[in-house]
């Protein structure tokens, strides 16, 4: 004869294997009722609304960093990078604002560059940028070594 505690377990261990098979129950007509609507043409309106609004979001979107105005994209002349503000450096090509930013604060702490080899001592400003800027960039004041003299850059 089982006791009392045995009972007890068979019949929580029978109301666990019912609950579990109303449980599985109900999620397989929530599948099957999902897999129909998912099966079921949708009307070409829908479609044809999901395509449009696909096809504007993709015209929004910059092709790559933040978008620039036509007018804007390469400056009427050459920048001298000695004196020109942020907003003037942020229009040279492959110059964002971080970037011009970074080179307003290196020529305020150490002087002016005075070429395109100082201008490399800014963060970000390596030698394929320097040769894209050279055609855009001038440099009327500045820096000059004299007999071999270099400036080398101090610590901020």
Same mark, same amino acid.
């Given at each position: ?85 942020? *907003?003037? =450096?942020? &229009?040279?090509?492959? /110059? @964002? !604002? +971080? #970037? %011009? ?15 395109? *080899?100082? =201008?490399? &001592?800014?963060?970000? /400003? @390596? !030698? +394929? #940028? %320097? ?19 270099? &400036? ?5």
């Amino acid at each position: 004869m089982p006791t009392a505690a045995e009972r007890q377990a068979v019949a929580f261990l029978a109301a666990v294997a019912v609950l579990g098979g109303g449980v599985r129950l109900v999620q397989g007509r929530a599948f099957e009722r999902a897999l129909q609507a998912a099966e079921a043409p949708a009307p070409v309106e829908a479609i044809e609304a999901q395509l449009a609004a696909v096809d504007s979001a993709r015209a929004r979107k910059p092709s790559r960093g933040r978008a620039r105005s036509a007018a804007s994209e390469v400056p009427a002349g050459p920048i001298d990078p000695d004196v020109a503000t942020e *907003e003037e =450096l942020d &229009r040279l090509p492959r /110059i @964002g !604002p +971080a #970037l %011009a930013q970074r080179i307003v604060a290196d020529r305020d702490s150490l002087g002016p560059f005075g070429s395109l *080899e100082a =201008l490399q &001592r800014v963060r970000g /400003i @390596g !030698p +394929a #940028l %320097a040769a894209g800027l050279a055609p855009h960039v001038t440099f009327s004041s500045g820096f000059r070594p004299l007999h071999g003299e270099s &400036r080398s850059r101090r610590a901020p």
